[in-house]
T-cell receptor
């Protein structure tokens, strides 16, 4: 298996622009998580899905952030409009109840909002 | 909610020495405690985990201990090698709950 695949690896955009981050979880995994990593706040859980349904989005910072999972093999995290304080590394992770919910992370998207 | 504290934030050891990273958690109902290793430019990778029905678990040079009464758990790396240099994260979760991460420890192993 190729693991969790995220795109793009790097994204540089200007304040006010829309940003879309993409994730393909490991095939067969029924949980998908979006995390944000910064020096100040560490690894923060933004939202997670179970069987494509959002379960907990309490970590989403504000209405500018939205996430979707239209099918079991694809999810997006969208920021509109983006702000400089959104600059961070965004990770997608997936897990399976069959494997005792061990999280497998993607390589992340480094987002810079100028 | 759960709160996980991790110490130290940075740790430097000589190759061949042991390294110990400690974490405390606040939620007594937490029952799953994984450790992740993050190398530069990569996502965190699970290296070992322990559940609350076990006090210690070992995998080659890595071991984790859990003290449920004191609500703390530790990662032990023996015979450290330069490739062990990375950021290590502990985490805790209760059944059905969210995985909460510590702030991370940057380990540097000097040859």
């Amino acid at each position: 298996d190729a693991g969790v695949i995220q795109s793009p690896r790097h994204e540089v955009t200007e304040m006010g622009q829309e940003v879309t981050l993409r994730c393909k979880p490991i095939s067969g995994h029924d949980y998908l998580f979006w995390y944000r990593q910064t020096m100040m706040r560490g690894l923060e859980l933004l939202i997670y899905f179970n069987n494509n349904v959002p379960i907990d989005d309490s970590g989403m910072p504000e209405d500018r952030f939205s996430a979707k999972m239209p099918n079991a093999s694809f999810s997006t995290l969208k920021i509109q409009p983006s702000e400089p304080r959104d600059s961070a590394v965004y990770f997608c992770a997936s897990s399976s109840t069959v494997t005792n919910e061990k999280l497998f992370f993607g390589s992340g998207t480094q987002l810079s909002v100028l | 909610g759960e709160n996980v504290e991790q110490h130290p934030s940075t740790l430097s050891v000589q190759e061949g020495d042991s390294a110990v990273i400690k974490c405390t958690y606040s939620d007594s109902a937490s029952n799953y405690f994984p450790w992740y290793k993050q190398e530069l430019g990569k996502g965190p990778q699970l290296i070992i985990d322990i559940r609350s029905n076990v006090g210690e678990k070992k995998d080659q040079r890595i071991a984790v201990t859990l003290n449920k009464t004191a609500k703390h758990f530790s990662l032990h790396i023996t015979e450290t090698q330069p490739e062990d240099s990375a950021v290590y994260f502990c985490a805790a979760r209760r059944q059905g709950g969210k995985l909460i991460f510590g702030q991370g420890t940057e380990l540097s192993v000097k040859p």
